[in-house]
């Protein structure tokens, strides 16, 4: 999707889990450096591990983002930390995933991405790739990090079609965010299907 042959020397991952994404990418674009968001103390824990190994080219934080800020209630999703989510799953989630069934709520820390990277340590390079994979929450990511949406070229983002999650973000609702910072639809990476056939989420790509 014309990704590969972008100048990409800064990387931000949002829910970054255990650093999947992160791994992959990092192979991708060598030069790039990733920023990596994971509220959830345990996949935090492994994927900082791995960043430490890294050379310095990743930088962790043991955060979630939103439009808010301060303590709030996660769903951590015990037999599968990546479908944890700022928003408590719906009886189709469950239907789709019955692994999402067992799951307790946990405090995990909030804030807005545009405030983070206020530090003076971080320098972002262009050019800017934000992946977002937060489980229905992307539009409050979105309206928490506006400047730093402004300055990308490309974002990649998870998208569920299906109601899995409680006041989910829809595909309509990132569009419009997203159109208005300039950005296009581009196409999907990926998609996952039902049963049935209809597909239930999607890998997104918006690009400038």
């Known amino acids: 999707m014309g990704l590969r042959h972008l100048p990409v020397r800064s990387i931000i991952d949002v829910g970054a889990n255990r650093g999947q ?8 674009f060598p030069e790039a450096h990733i ?33 808010g800020e301060g303590t709030v209630r ?27 069934k067992k799951q307790i709520p946990v405090s995990v820390t ?16 262009p050019d800017i790739v934000i992946k977002l994979d ?33 006041e989910q973000a829809t595909f309509k609702n990132i569009f419009i965010l997203l159109d208005e910072l300039g950005y296009r639809y581009a196409g999907n990476l990926d998609q996952v299907y039902a049963a049935d056939g209809h597909v239930i989420y999607l890998d997104a790509v918006f690009m400038k």
């Not at 994404?21 to 991708?28: C, G």
């Open 134 to 166: 937060v489980q229905g929450y992307e539009d409050r990511v979105i309206r928490g990090g506006i400047e730093t949406f402004r300055k990308a070229k490309a974002c990649v983002l998870e998208v569920c079609l299906d109601p899995l999650y409680e």
């Open 74 to 100: 996660m769903f951590y999703h015990l037999n599968h930390s990546p479908s944890s989510s700022l928003l408590r799953s719906t009886n189709i989630c469950e239907m789709h995933y019955p692994f999402t």
């Open 110 to 125: 909030l804030a807005p991405l545009d405030k983070l990277l206020e530090v003076p340590y971080i320098s972002l390079l």
């Open 35 to 67: 920023y990596c968001f994971e509220p959830l103390p345990e996949p935090f824990e492994e994927l900082k591990q791995w960043a430490d190994c890294q050379q310095g080219k990743v930088t962790v934080f043991n955060m979630g983002l939103g439009d």
């Open 21 to 28: 994404f992160a791994r992959r990418i990092s192979a991708i």
